[in-house]
């Protein structure tokens, strides 16, 4: 497995720290990872923050489940978001215009003064 | 001979010397299954039955003497029968000091002894008759054996139809990357003064990337660069309802960011998977070399001058189609003079891995065109190609390589 998924809690907001290489082999882990955070989430309004500090590469694959995730969790009302890119990562999300469609924050602490 | 090493390790001297017939039958009633072995463990089985049946009555009930005397034979033809089975396990066990401390060797052994020791002692008499009920542990190995037997034969046979299935699935999913591969046009339209090229090498699993030349009716070349999330039979689908898409609408729609508008509004209604797909899509005139392009999500293409300058199409950028309705695709145009290329590539190219993990990325990408963009549009395709899979060695290919190269020459 290429990426590690870890899971944090705060206040209403859970963060997802994505480490690794989300490539196409380790998208069935991570989709699980962040439904299992989607449920977590405490009581709307509440959210889902992915921290990427540690994430090193998104295949056009992972970068579907972002939009898969950043769906589900509009159905559920909760807010959705990601923080900390690296070039690589931007990059992606800025090519695909995925940055444009969710809210993309320097960092941890920027996100959460967004989020509820 | 190792066999005479091994057996100089045996307890009991009879052992030792066993001669060839009896280690064969050994081997026929202990050792593999076959239908004597079944029946020897079915006499064993009927025995042990009988024997505790006998050990319960003498213990519990008052019986007349005639029915002790029957006991005492029924006795003495188990214990001869197991002793002779239990020779013949040692006989037949490949590591027979092993054998004889085992569960099961000492099991054996607990089923017989009583009988022998009573011989010699008679004080411990009906602790010794009650030991004789552990005979019931020999009823675990055949319960054992079976299960084992029962689960291995089920594994195999669910072995071979996974191995069946799977089999048929890959050339089910042969025949269709094939037809995937078959609908990508081979040649670029004959146009005066275009010099077109394409190549798409495929990853070893099924991926979404695809390119298309589409003759408009003004005379005028569609050129689509386009690559599906994920992989597999639904970004094959996926795949395949975009191209029909975008093909279709564009030689009604001659304007780029108007086609992907509408092709996006198709595929979000179409999309059950949250598939989405990054399309690079623009319409050149080969009578001026204008270039109107617009692009949803895809990897900005280069234009190198003829005097090797090279260009990133960095405007018009807009979101991958597929991922939300409503959005609206800009155009931008760019002007291409005499002698100019156009290269349209997939993420396949730079992100190409070697066995090191490092990706081929843009700077080798960038330094292929430069040096290699004077030649011919193929020539350009096969270079970036050759020097692609060069530098990922070994490296299983992830990912679809796709790439296309227009070179034009004004009339």
Known sequence: MSVLVRLESVGPITVVV????????????????????????????????????????????????FLVSARAARRASLEFALCALKPAVAEVFELSGFSRMIPVHPDRTAALAHMP | MGNSVINAALPGRAVQS??????????????????????????????????????????TADLPGWAIQVLKITEFVVVAVFTFEYVLRIVAAPHKLEFVFSF?????????????????????????????????????RRILETTVAERTRELAERNLALVQAQSQLKAELDIARALQIAILPSTFPAKPGCDGAARMIPATSMGGDFYDFIELPDGQVGMVMADVSGKGVPAAFFMAVSRTNLRELAIHHPDPGDCLTRTNEVLCSQNPMDLFVTVFYCI????????????????????????????????????VLGAMPGIDYSNHTVQLR??????????????????????????????EISAHGGGSAADLVERICASVANFAGDAPQSDDITLTVLAWYAA
């Open chain 2, 104 to 140: 099961y060797g000492l099991v054996d052994l607990v089923s017989i002894a009583p009988f022998y020791l009573a011989r010699l002692d008679v004080r411990y008499l009906r602790i010794l008759r009650l030991l004789r009920l552990l005979r019931v542990l020999k009823l675990q």
């Open chain 2, 18 to 59: 066993v001669s060839a017939p009896v280690r064969a039958l050994a081997e026929t009633l202990v050792g593999r299954d076959g239908p004597h072995a079944r029946a020897f463990d079915n006499v064993i089985l009927a025995l042990i039955v009988i024997s505790v049946l006998s050990v319960v009555l003498q213990a």
């Open chain 2, 284 to 319: 050149f005139d080969p009578a001026t070399g204008v270039l109107r392009y617009s692009n949803g999500g895809h990897n900005p293409p280069f234009v190198r001058r003829a005097g090797g300058a090279l260009e990133v199409l960095n405007e018009a950028r807009g979101l």
């Open chain 1, 18 to 65: 994505a480490e690794g290489r989300l490539d196409f082999g380790a998208c069935a882990a991570f989709q699980s990872q962040i439904e299992k955070a989607l449920a977590a989430a405490g009581k709307p309004p509440a959210g889902v923050l992915i921290d990427c500090s540690w994430l090193d590469y998104v295949s056009s694959g992972g970068l579907r489940l």
């Open chain 2, 338 to 367: 005499h002698g100019d290329r156009l290269v349209l590539y997939t993420d396949g190219v730079t992100e190409a891995f070697n066995p090191a993990e490092e990706a081929f990325g843009m700077e080798r990408l960038v330094g």
